[in-house]
């Protein structure tokens, strides 16, 4: 198993730009999420899936979208980048509840991105 | 909603020596799960140890163990011979255990981080 894989590591975008960040997941986990880190933050959720075609919101959404076409994808997209969305972004994901190992969640490496 | 508490950001501990890494929450929750995430400098989240809360046995991986204080609501992690590699940012975390409320169960709440340095 690959595990959580996300592309690209590093980013630079100019303001305005638009761009996705893909994630991509082989452990048939249902549940997908993205969170941002930035210092002195800790991690936070921007958005999340339950399963294929089912998302929802985060703690910080503004400013970014996602889909879940597949169990195995969650590409996340900054549809208009600022300066504020300069921060390390990673995809996590987990079995569903009803798997009595459902509460460990796997982390992807990271995503880089600068927003100049 | 839940929230964590990481007091401090910065801790130092020789090699061989023992550190505790303090970690406070809120919840009004009964059933949950607590967990400390390893981040080296390879930016790489590496879940150290996790504690459910309904076990009054506090867990223990190795060298890790955790001092779970549910009615003061503290899960501290102490380290025990510590090693060069266990530098790295330490995050706590919760979670709810959710019941019917899938996307909630699933959602980790951080806190912000104790960078922990191991001098020889």
């Known amino acids: 198993n690959a595990g959580v894989t996300q592309t690209p590591k590093f980013q630079v975008l100019k303001t305005g730009q638009s761009m996705t960040l893909q994630c991509a997941q082989d452990?048939?986990?249902?549940?997908m999420s993205w969170y941002r880190q930035d210092p002195g933050m800790g991690l936070r959720l921007i958005h999340y899936s339950v399963g294929a075609g089912i998302t929802d919101q985060g703690e910080v959404p503004n400013g970014y979208n996602v889909s879940r076409s597949t169990t195995e994808d969650f590409p996340l997209r900054l549809l208009s980048a600022a300066p504020s969305q300069t921060s390390v972004y990673f995809c996590a994901s987990s079995y569903s509840l009803t798997s009595a190992i459902s509460y460990e969640q796997y982390f992807g490496p990271g995503t880089r991105l600068t927003v100049t | 909603a839940q929230t964590v508490t990481q007091s401090q950001p910065e801790m130092s501990v020789q090699e061989a020596e023992t550190v505790t890494l303090s970690c406070t929450y809120d919840t009004s929750e009964s059933d949950y799960y607590l967990f400390w995430y390893k981040q080296p400098p390879s930016r790489q989240m590496i879940l150290v140890i996790r504690?459910?809360?309904?076990?009054?046995q506090n867990a223990t991986e190795n060298r890790f163990s955790v001092n779970f204080q549910k009615a003061a609501k503290s899960f501290s992690l102490k380290i025990s011979d510590s090693q060069l590699g266990d530098a790295a940012m330490y995050f706590c975390a919760y979670r709810s255990a959710g019941g019917l409320n899938t996307g909630t169960a699933s959602k980790l709440t951080f806190g912000t981080g104790t960078r922990l340095q191991v001098t020889l």
């Open positions: 452990m048939n986990h249902e549940y």
């Open positions: 504690q459910e809360a309904y076990k009054q």
